[in-house]
């Protein structure tokens, strides 16, 4: 379980405060997976960042099973990141080695005799589809291949947590859903626990079971995902789902139904959702 | 064609001894530089303050004390070095005075160039490594280095081809090979002929360097396969 007490964040930069992250609560159950989103700029990034220290928070405390991390020693948070997985939107796989040594090198790191990680490894691109890639290099893989790769690495040392920042942001819509496919069955056989930081709904749709809504810094909304997209409560989270929401609903409508459309109040929303209705297949008859 | 004064050298293999002492000298100088400042500048990178182990206090001196041999002319710090060589190899001539010379005068500047090299590598994936739980003395031989193998060596042969110059500027306080060949009997006995011959050699030497290390660095390096 990974619990946030009252976490804040706050840079200072040349006599000036930026607040990044404020009062965030948040308790993430093992074996879910859980969702955050916010407009670029709202602190997704800092946040999950917070989850493994790789940013410190400036107050508040980060318990992962029980245990606040943020007081532990400087070698025991080593032991404690690789018990959490991570993966990038940039993937950030080494550029000069393998693809196989990609995913045996954070198990040289952890310390493991060199043919058990290579026998780890080979399962665990097995399991992502590439196990016939193994000698090659990232450069002469696809985006989504990266991102397969980036989630075997991830998970070499057998964590109990994932943090994807961005994860499917830099790929396709295709390739996107195969990446979610593939982590929701990580979550399903290993039962691991995914922390996921998007900005795109139909991520959090597709896989999560909770989300949280983070708007300047704070969490202005929590819950189950099919509540919170049902009937969204704060401002943030209304602009983020419900255009898509409403005109989903008739697409996926099979028969002749009428939908009162009640358009959004500012202009340039008012304005998307005219384009997507022209682009729909649905015929569209005004009325008053 | 050649003056006699060339054949005399030539004949008595002096020119041949020239090309070997210039080669010696440069290897050797940029070898023992590297011991110095390889370490320093991966110092220089990690302390700074994006680094992965910000001391900025300690990386502003250390910064000084680079930036302050590196901004003194090399024929001048040869000069003022001379009793420092006296004290490491007991002399202040020949070649093992030039290289302690050539040693001191590069380390910094090499130092300055594994620093940029290593400030090419990804910040990402340094983040990505430390997601792994590596610790830093892993990160610098696991990640910072391989990552930026290629353009270490790329760098490494820049370096070894201003040694190379350096090498040379070392004749007029009393180093030895193709350089002191130009100056003692090329320049100061009129020969322009042993001179331009020693350019000549010179060019060869720098572009043969030049070409096998940038096809060393190219073969090096894994980012850009079709």
Same mark, same amino acid.
């Given at each position: ?154 998970? #070499? ?65 929590? $819950? ?24 989903? #609903? ?39 | ?83 420092? #060589? ?87 306080? $009393? ?50 396969? #079709?």
């Amino acid at each position: 379980m990974i619990e946030l007490k009252s976490l804040g964040k706050t840079y200072r930069t040349a006599g000036e405060e930026i607040t990044a992250l404020e009062g965030i609560e948040l308790t993430i159950h093992d074996g879910e997976i859980y969702g955050i989103i916010g407009l670029s700029g709202a602190g997704k990034s800092t946040l999950v960042r917070c989850i493994n220290l790789l940013e410190r928070p400036t107050s508040g405390r980060v318990v992962i099973d029980g245990q606040d991390i943020t007081s532990v020693s400087r070698k025991r948070l080593l032991e404690i990141r690789r018990s959490i997985g991570m993966i990038f939107q940039g993937f950030h796989l080494l550029e000069q080695s393998t693809v196989l040594h990609n995913v045996t090198f954070p198990l040289e790191v952890a310390g493991t005799r060199r043919r058990d990680a290579v026998g780890r490894a080979m399962e665990l691109l097995e399991i992502v589809g590439l196990a016939d890639r193994a000698n090659a290099y990232p450069s002469q893989l696809s985006g989504g291949q990266k991102q397969r790769v980036a989630i075997a690495r991830a998970l #070499a040392t057998r964590p109990k947590y994932l943090l994807c920042d961005e994860a499917t942001s830099a790929l396709d819509p295709n390739t996107t859903r195969s990446i979610l496919d593939l982590l929701a069955e990580i979550n399903r056989k290993m039962g691991v626990t995914i922390v996921i930081i998007t900005h795109e709904m139909k991520v959090v749709e597709q896989i999560c079971d909770r989300v949280a809504v983070l708007d300047q810094s704070r969490i202005v909304e929590e $819950g189950k995902v099919s509540e919170v997209f049902a009937d969204p409560k704060s401002a943030i989270a209304k602009e983020l789902i419900l255009p898509e929401r409403r005109l989903r #609903a008739k697409a996926h409508g099979g028969q002749r139904v009428r939908i009162l459309l009640e358009m959004p109040a500012s202009e340039s929303e008012a304005e998307k959702v005219t384009r997507w209705l022209k682009d729909s297949p649905v015929e569209l008859q005004e009325e008053g | 064609m050649f003056s006699e004064m060339f054949m005399k050298l030539w004949e008595n293999g002096l020119i041949q001894m020239g090309i070997w002492e210039t080669i010696y000298m440069t290897v050797l100088s940029t070898a023992i530089s590297y011991c110095i400042g390889l370490p320093l500048g991966v110092v220089l990178q990690i302390t700074d303050r994006e680094g992965i182990c910000p001391l900025p206090v300690f990386n502003r001196i250390l910064g000084l004390i680079v930036n302050f041999f590196r901004s003194i002319p090399f024929i001048i710090l040869m000069v003022a070095m001379l009793p420092v #060589a006296k004290w490491i190899v007991g002399v202040s001539l020949g070649n093992r005075a030039m290289i302690v010379m050539l040693v001191i005068a590069s380390s910094p500047y090499i130092a300055r160039m594994v620093e940029s090299s290593l400030k090419e590598v990804d910040a990402g994936v340094i983040e990505a490594a430390q997601s792994m739980g590596t610790d830093n003395y892993q990160i610098v031989r696991k990640v910072l280095l391989p990552e930026a193998k290629p353009s270490l060596i790329n760098g490494a042969v820049i370096s070894m081809v201003t040694i190379l110059g350096y090498s040379a500027m070392a004749a007029t306080i $009393g180093g030895t090979g193709l350089g002191q060949i130009a100056i003692s009997y090329g320049h100061q006995r009129f020969n322009p002929d042993v001179t331009w011959c020693c350019v000549f050699l010179t060019v060869i030497i720098v572009h043969i360097i030049q070409e096998v290390g940038s096809r060393i660095a190219q073969k090096t390096d894994k980012r850009y396969r #079709a």
